[in-house]
């Protein structure tokens, strides 16, 4: 055997260690840890930016920008239920009622097909790694204030997700 | 070289014969998928076109992100990247199975496998993707340093005929790469 084939094997047999090793660590953490596995449980994250509560006439609108960013990539994450309240207001918003409540949906320009949607078990749902905003039509009308709005997702342990949002008269 | 020297050099380069159809194998199912059993999945406007899958990629992507939502941005861009992608899989896969420029499609398949690195981190139930990753890599530069084995492949055969030689005789580095 070559002295200049040795070199290159080690050469190459250290880069795929290192490969391996890194990758694996940045992806799970499993060479020297904490584990952790961003692929097991949903995680939703509300953008403020363009999520809002806002009143036209005597409907109430909320739009929401949310993003899926962890969880398994074979099924899409659902919001099952939504709660709007503030001290004095509870509106519980079950998966019929979100069902009914959409009004319009707009999906990120690398959206994938049927990625992105609302029915009546699941919801409003979206698939990991996109990106939506979805515009409801409350079932009521809300009057200025602050309100907290808690997302509910399926998964064990518990998940929700919450943002305060003010809704100003126009 | 003594009988017994021989006989273990045979079954030290025949043992990579499993590793070859391996590695080969899963190149050439994933290219044969989608371009031949499932042409859909190369298809831009088909809800089975394969970089939908991509999006799935995003969140943890980390520096290929940008890249990414390009090819997310332009599906034609990356529609013709994946049937490139796709016949490159063929390709790897066939000659690694048959045994054929085993060295150089072994590079290939193995710079492929990094490709596959920003959906390491997915796996809801174990760590998939990255050991696909990790093993197609592994297999892939084995195969680049150690060539077909110069058994049940048609690199033997080119060997037979054109003797031990590098990809250019008279260029330093390349003259040490064997061709076979």
């Known amino acids: 055997m070559s002295k200049a084939f040795t070199v290159a094997a080690a050469i190459f047999s250290l880069i795929v260690i290192i490969l391996i090793l890194v990758v694996g660590q940045v992806s799970y953490g499993n060479v020297v840890g904490p584990l952790f596995n961003n692929s097991k449980k949903p995680k939703i994250i509300i953008c403020p930016e363009n999520t809002e509560l806002y009143n036209i006439g005597n409907s109430t609108f909320l739009r929401l920008n949310i993003t899926d960013i962890d969880g398994p990539d ?97 | 070289m003594s009988s017994k020297e021989l006989d273990l050099q045979h079954v030290e380069t025949i043992s990579l014969f499993p590793i070859r159809f391996a590695v080969g194998w899963m190149w050439l199912d994933g290219g044969l998928r989608k371009a031949l059993l499932k042409p859909a999945k ?59 420029l085993t060295r150089l499609w072994a590079f290939i ?18 760590e998939d993707e990255w050991q696909i990753f990790s093993l197609l890599l592994a297999g892939g530069v084995t195969l680049m340093l150690a060539g077909a084995g110069r058994y049940w492949g048609v690199d033997y055969f080119l060997y037979k005929k054109f003797g031990d030689r590098g990809i250019f005789q008279n260029v330093p580095i390349l003259k040490w790469i064997k061709l076979w």
């Open chain 2, 109 to 126: 398949g193995s710079a492929m496998a990094v490709s596959l690195a920003p959906a390491a981190w997915l796996g809801s139930t174990c």
């Open chain 1, 74 to 170: 074979a099924y899409p994450a659902s919001v099952t239920m939504i709660v709007i309240k503030n001290s004095t207001f509870t509106l519980i918003l079950n998966t019929e009622a979100l069902s009914k409540s959409v009004v319009n949906i707009t999906k990120a320009p690398w959206d994938l097909k049927k990625a992105v949607g609302y029915n009546n078990y699941s919801g409003i749902y979206l698939c990991l790694g996109t990106d939506a905003v979805f515009t409801l039509k409350l079932p009521v009308h809300l009057y200025a204030g602050s309100y907290e709005v808690i997302l509910y997702v399926p998964a064990l342990p518990h998940a929700d997700y919450s943002t305060t949002l003010t809704l100003l008269n126009h």
């Open chain 2, 42 to 100: 190369l298809d831009p406007n088909s809800p089975s076109f394969v970089l939908n899958k991509v999006v799935t990629f995003l969140p943890h992507a980390g520096v290929f992100r940008p890249e990414l939502i390009s090819f997310l941005e332009n599906p034609s861009l990356g529609a013709t990247f994946l049937t490139i992608f796709s016949w490159f899989e063929i390709l790897v896969g066939l000659f690694l199975i048959i045994g054929f």
